[in-house]
């Protein structure tokens, strides 16, 4: 299995609040990616990664930030968060670009938002 | 913009039994396209994928898949299934011209015994 780690796996925080979830890879993998998984919406992209300190934004970015100041690293983080953010999240990593059967995934955070 | 399309939330199928899960993409350029398993609990993991040459192809745990250009489809089948088959499944797209690949809403197959 790759190298990932999420953490933490479980996460309960109240409206408002920050939030960072961390993922960690041992692949040194260049690209990273966060997904949200939500019923009814299946997994949507939210920001990624091509390299230390180069994010882009996905499908769903508003009220994410995210930072990769490390290869091995990359951290989501909501900055106020809220109801709607309640959902399980997960990380992703790849040697190149674009190509699915090279992505591998972490074992997601559910993160609920009271 | 590419989107995709599983046509069923839920699949219910008896053990032993053939069961065909579909998937329906747009794109304008051409596209590789994958399937993905989550297992409960679990993250995705590939089934299986197509990118290039023979339409027809094969994956993990006796999966199979059919490329179809000309009616945009990407559907997922196995002759018989198992229980321990049950699962979240997840279509999923990425154009020649891009880096991201877009996901379909999943297709819970339940297999009872």
């Known amino acids: 299995d790759a190298g990932i780690t999420q953490s933490p796996r479980h996460k309960v925080t109240e409206t408002g609040t920050p939030v960072t979830l961390r993922c960690h890879q041992t692949e040194n993998h260049r690209y990273m990616y966060w997904y949200r998984q939500d019923p009814g919406h299946g997994l949507r992209l939210i920001h990624y990664s091509y390299g230390v300190k180069d994010t882009d934004k996905g499908e769903v970015s508003d009220g994410y930030s995210v930072s990769r100041s490390k290869t091995e690293d990359f951290l989501l983080t909501l900055e106020s968060a809220t109801s709607s953010q309640t959902s399980v999240y997960f990380c992703?990593?790849?040697?190149?670009?674009?190509?699915?059967?090279?992505?591998?995934f972490g074992s997601g955070t559910q993160l609920s938002v009271l | 913009a590419q989107s995709v399309t599983q046509l069923d939330s839920q699949v219910p199928v008896f053990e032993e039994a053939p069961v065909e899960l579909r998937c329906n993409y747009s794109?304008?350029?051409?596209?590789?396209l994958f399937w993905y398993v989550q297992y409960p609990n679990q993250g995705l993991q590939l089934l299986l994928k197509y990118l290039s040459g023979s339409t027809l192809v094969k994956g993990i745990n006796g999966f199979e898949a059919e490329f179809n250009k000309s009616q945009t489809s990407f559907h997922l089948r196995k002759p018989s299934v198992h229980i321990s088959d049950t699962a979240e499944y997840f279509c999923a797209v990425v154009s020649y011209n891009t880096d991201k690949l877009i996901f379909g809403t999943g297709t819970r197959l339940q297999v009872f015994p």
């Open positions: 992703a990593i790849s040697e190149e670009a674009g190509l699915g059967e090279k992505l591998f």
């Open positions: 794109s304008s350029v051409s596209v590789y």
